[in-house]
């Protein structure tokens, strides 16, 4: 039996049961599809102590991490959003060219260049090497590095310690929620603010986004959870902010519990009993969460075979560690989709983990002109129905599948 990732309680409560998953960001090649692919459990347990949300951990961090495809840079609606986030953040602290800002997680620089273009200093850390690595030739001095006390102690030393320590979809991939947490304690100065998004699990449940869930998200956060983790490292949640992205996430705002300059926000408070009445403090809560997850997958293939009786061709759109997570655990393979498209080179040519389903350059829609496009990052789905507006030209629709399977004309 596994033990809750921060309090170390037997984790005895299953939230929900996703079968078998090979890891959502390892697209195979051409010479790959045809050898043995590992899978693991895609299990989704509940810590009946501290209500933390988490997978099991199968598979050492550094398998995960060391070559990540996914670059931050690659959706204009991400880059805004960061943009914005840059220009709030520097005014509200008044950040300037004596102050230092660090982003955990800081992948291919996106974020950072939005501070080092006002001349703020910064440092990212970054432990994929690929995605460090591009931030670097843009310009983004970043530590290649899985972020945590030690390298905390190490960037202090070197007189680094942060006005803004930022993260963004970092928290839940951190194997050691502990050390990060604790890490983020040494690095800030006395009176810094850290500030952190994550995708919000009430949201989650409320809206059946079982898809977010994969083996490279080790956790998932209400705001009740996340301020208890942090009020163990020493850390006070001040102010909280519900913002759009992923599919509806948190942006908290942390500091020093000896910092009281900084009183609690009344959005703090809201949003503490809003989870309170939504049950989230409530273990009932959480087993009620899979039955909602068996229909949606009922739903979708029902639609897919559906389409398929009717001689219509699928294609999908996106290649995001969601869509993996969907279509294994649907069992959707080319039987119903014929192949999927994304933006990102670093994928044509490869194919989706376990189910085998060829990537291609955005162009093979218009070539092939399938009758519906399934759109796998249904977060982004506005700005991609935008996009992709082309394809209503010779009929063809948009099918989203989250949180219920509705088709767009
Ligand atoms: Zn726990």
Same mark, same amino acid.
């Given at each position: 039996?596994?033990?809750? $990732?921060?309090?170390?309680?037997?984790? +005895?409560?299953?939230?929900?049961?996703?079968?078998?998953?090979? *890891?959502?960001?390892?697209?195979?090649?051409?010479?790959?599809?045809?050898?043995?692919?590992?899978?693991?459990?895609?299990?989704?347990?509940?810590?009946?102590?501290?209500?933390?949300?988490?997978?099991?951990?199968?598979?050492?961090?550094?398998?995960?991490?060391?070559?990540?495809?996914?670059?931050?840079?690659?959706?204009?609606?991400?880059?805004?959003?960061?943009?914005?986030?840059?220009?709030?953040?520097?005014?509200?602290?008044?950040?300037?060219?004596?102050?230092?800002?660090?982003?955990?997680?800081?992948?291919?620089?996106?974020?950072?260049?939005?501070?080092?273009?006002?001349?703020?200093?910064?440092?990212?850390?970054?432990?994929?090497?690929?995605?460090?690595?591009?931030?670097?030739?843009?310009?983004?001095?970043?530590? #290649?590095?899985?972020?945590? +006390?030690?390298?905390?102690?190490? $960037?202090?030393?070197?007189?680094?310690?942060?006005?803004?320590?930022?993260?963004?979809?970092?928290?839940?991939?951190?194997?050691?929620?502990?050390?990060?947490?604790?890490?983020?304690?040494?690095?800030?100065?006395?009176?810094?603010?850290?500030?952190?998004?994550?995708?919000? $699990?009430?949201? /989650?449940?409320?809206?059946?986004?079982?898809?977010?869930?994969?083996?490279?998200?080790?956790?998932?956060?209400?705001?009740?959870?996340?301020?208890?983790?942090?009020?163990?490292?020493?850390?006070?949640?001040?102010?909280?902010?519900?913002?759009? =992205?992923?599919?509806?996430? /948190?942006?908290?705002?942390?500091?020093?519990?000896?910092? =009281?300059?900084?009183?609690?926000?009344? +959005?703090? #408070?809201?949003?503490?009993?809003?989870?309170?009445?939504?049950?989230?403090?409530?273990?009932? =809560?959480?087993?009620?969460?899979?039955?909602?997850?068996?229909?949606?997958?009922? !739903? *979708?293939?029902?639609? *897919?075979?559906?389409?398929?009786?009717?001689?219509? +061709?699928?294609?999908?759109?996106?290649?995001?560690?969601?869509?993996?997570? $969907?279509?294994?655990?649907?069992?959707?393979?080319?039987?119903?989709?014929?192949?999927?498209?994304?933006?990102?080179?670093?994928?044509?040519?490869?194919? /989706?983990?376990?189910?085998?389903?060829?990537?291609?350059?955005?162009? !093979?829609?218009?070539?092939? !002109?399938?009758?519906?496009?399934?759109?796998?990052?249904?977060?982004?789905?506005?700005?991609?129905?935008?996009? /992709?507006?082309?394809?209503?030209?010779?009929?063809?629709?948009?099918?989203?599948?989250?949180?219920?399977?509705?088709?767009?004309?």
């Amino acid at each position: 039996m596994a033990n809750c $990732l921060f309090c170390a309680e037997p984790l +005895r409560r299953t939230v929900v049961d996703l079968g078998m998953s090979p *890891l959502c960001e390892s697209f195979l090649t051409v010479d790959q599809i045809n050898h043995m692919e590992p899978f693991y459990p895609l299990h989704v347990w509940v810590c009946e102590r501290c209500f933390l949300v988490q997978v099991e951990e199968y598979v050492r961090p550094e398998g995960i991490f060391t070559e990540y495809a996914y670059f931050s840079s690659y959706s204009d609606s991400w880059l805004a959003h960061m943009r914005d986030y840059a220009h709030m953040i520097s005014a509200r602290l008044s950040l300037r060219e004596n102050s230092k800002v660090v982003e955990l997680g800081s992948n291919d620089g996106y974020l950072l260049q939005y501070f080092a273009a006002k001349g703020i200093p910064v440092l990212g850390v970054e432990p994929a090497r690929n995605v460090a690595q591009a931030a670097i030739a843009r310009g983004v001095p970043t530590v #290649t590095k899985l972020f945590g +006390r030690q390298i905390a102690r190490e $960037l202090v030393a070197e007189g680094d310690q942060a006005d803004l320590v930022c993260g963004a979809n970092v928290l839940a991939q951190v194997p050691d929620v502990n050390d990060f947490v604790g890490g983020i304690k040494l690095l800030l100065k006395p009176g810094g603010v850290v500030t952190i998004e994550f995708p919000h $699990l009430m949201r /989650l449940m409320a809206e059946n986004q079982f898809d977010t869930i994969y083996h490279e998200h080790f956790s998932y956060f209400s705001f009740l959870t996340a301020e208890r983790i942090f009020a163990a490292h020493g850390i006070t949640l001040f102010d909280v902010e519900e913002i759009t =992205t992923h599919g509806g996430s /948190l942006r908290i705002y942390g500091r020093h519990i000896e910092d =009281t300059s900084k009183p609690a926000s009344e +959005r703090a #408070t809201k949003l503490r009993a809003r989870e309170q009445s939504a049950g989230l403090d409530r273990i009932e =809560t959480y087993a009620a969460f899979a039955e909602q997850v068996h229909e949606t997958k009922r !739903r *979708l293939l029902d639609f *897919l075979i559906g389409a398929k009786r009717r001689q219509k +061709r699928i294609a999908g759109y996106g290649a995001p560690g969601k869509g993996n997570t $969907l279509l294994n655990y649907c069992g959707i393979r080319t039987d119903f989709l014929d192949y999927t498209v994304d933006r990102n080179p670093y994928k044509h040519g490869r194919f /989706l983990p376990g189910t085998h389903i060829p990537i291609h350059p955005p162009e !093979r829609l218009s070539e092939t !002109r399938p009758d519906y496009v399934l759109i796998l990052p249904w977060n982004l789905k506005d700005e991609i129905m935008e996009q /992709l507006a082309y394809i209503r030209g010779w009929g063809g629709q948009f099918v989203v599948p989250i949180p219920d399977v509705k088709v767009y004309p």
